[in-house]
């Protein structure tokens, strides 16, 4: 008997490469061209570019000019968390950040903030933020960046953005979105969200890996630029752009803005693949359940049954999924999105997340269940359900 095939479910750490993405790569990647030449060759590198920043801003909501490219999210993390903003060509100095306590490592390091400017705010047990807690935080001090989630890369629980925004707007402050996960599952709106600037990944919506885009809703209120040196991407970030990633990036984009419209398929998804766990193990928790969470992510944990152990029986079985912590490191270790929520340690050691995309079928969900039985009898057969 043929051995059943590869099933990837590990979107959040990084999606397919979708064929479109390909095709557009492929054509720019053997076109000659600095797009900041002024001959035929760079601006047909420049229009390549140029198409791409008007799919990304149409993912966005915003002008074309509000697209500033990077070399991936954390570059425009970093880019966004400075105290140095101009306002209307006014220098703006920011005296604090204000993150929250689940954020990725990329904000949790501060960006350009010194360490004694850098505050954390708490998150409540269903992980959303403490918005009483951030007012109290906003009152008390001067103008502060306030930098949240979208939508957790763990547990997909989403931020009340709106209410963020409109307390970030109130006590003169500049509001920054990490929007990696939600983009493509969610709905962007910058201008409902009060967002001043948002962070995009491509290869979290199946683009490429090293391409990303720092998002202003007005280009008239911007950061201090990180890479200095050349005047590409309007002066706001120097060096050469990465046109075919870019142009990957673009496709990537346009195809996330119309699944953004419809995400029934992978909440029904989602849904199917909590209900099979919980049939086999009643006890299974899924974190963050009582919050908004993407229709695209599950986070569970059974007792007894550690992440790393389950990460590498389901590896076995050709089963790609993660721990929610293994972003840098490469190792399995303790969440800090589930510590900050409340968990438990050893609750939150066995934590594994489960995140599904664009080519996740039903037969593959189907899979992951047909495996999991297994391995909790493997593991642990005192959770299984006696009806299982």
């Avoid at 501060?110 to 047990?125: E, L």
């Avoid at 986070?299 to 590896?315: P, S």
């Avoid at 050893?346 to 969900?365: K, M, Q, Y």
Wanted: proline share 6%; net charge neutral; hydrophobic share 45%.
């Amino acid at each position: 008997m043929a051995r059943p095939g590869p099933v990837y479910l590990d979107h959040n750490a990084g999606a397919p490469m979708r064929p479109a993405v390909r095709d557009a790569m492929v054509a720019a990647i053997g076109v000659t061209g600095n797009p900041s030449s002024v001959h035929a060759d760079g601006r047909a590198q420049r229009a390549r570019i140029e198409c791409a920043r008007e799919k990304v801003a149409g993912l966005c909501g915003v002008p074309a000019r509000g697209v500033i490219f990077t070399s991936g999210a954390t570059e425009a993390n970093v880019t966004a968390l400075t105290p140095a903003w101009q306002d209307q060509g006014a220098p703006l100095y920011l005296e604090r950040l204000l993150r929250g306590a689940t954020e990725h490592p990329s904000v949790a390091a501060g960006g350009r903030f010194p360490v004694k400017d850098q505050c954390v705010v708490p998150v409540q047990k269903d992980g959303q933020l403490d918005i009483a807690a951030l007012e109290l935080a906003l009152a008390d001090g001067g103008p502060a960046l306030v930098s949240v989630m979208a939508a957790n890369n763990e547990t997909g629980v989403i931020q009340p953005l709106e209410e963020i925004g409109a307390r970030v707007r109130r006590y003169g402050g500049v509001f920054h979105v990490d929007a990696v996960q939600a983009a493509g599952r969610v709905p962007i709106d910058m201008e409902a969200w009060q967002a001043d600037a948002i962070s995009l990944s491509a290869h979290k919506m199946g683009g490429p890996q090293g391409a990303g885009a720092l998002v202003v809703r007005s280009s008239a209120r911007v950061p201090a630029p990180l890479l200095t040196g050349g005047g590409q991407e309007n002066w706001r970030r120097a060096g050469t752009e990465n046109v075919a990633a870019i142009a990957g990036f673009g496709a990537a984009a346009d195809a996330a803005a119309k699944e953004a419209q419809d995400a029934r398929r992978l909440k029904d998804l989602r849904d199917r693949l909590e209900q099979g766990v919980q049939a086999i193990c009643p006890q299974a928790h899924v974190f963050g359940k009582d919050a908004p969470r993407l229709g695209n992510t599950t986070c569970f944990a059974v007792r007894g049954i550690l992440a790393e152990t389950a990460l590498i029986a389901f590896d076995l079985e050709r089963v790609s999924v993660s721990s929610g912590s293994a972003c840098s490191s490469g190792k399995v270790s303790v969440s800090h999105v589930l510590m900050a929520m409340g968990e438990e340690e050893a609750l939150a050691r066995c934590a594994l997340r489960v995140s599904l995309g664009w080519d996740t079928s039903a037969p593959d969900v189907e899979r992951f269940l047909e495996v999991w039985p297994a391995i909790v009898d493997r593991l642990n057969p005192s959770a299984r359900s006696k009806a299982a």
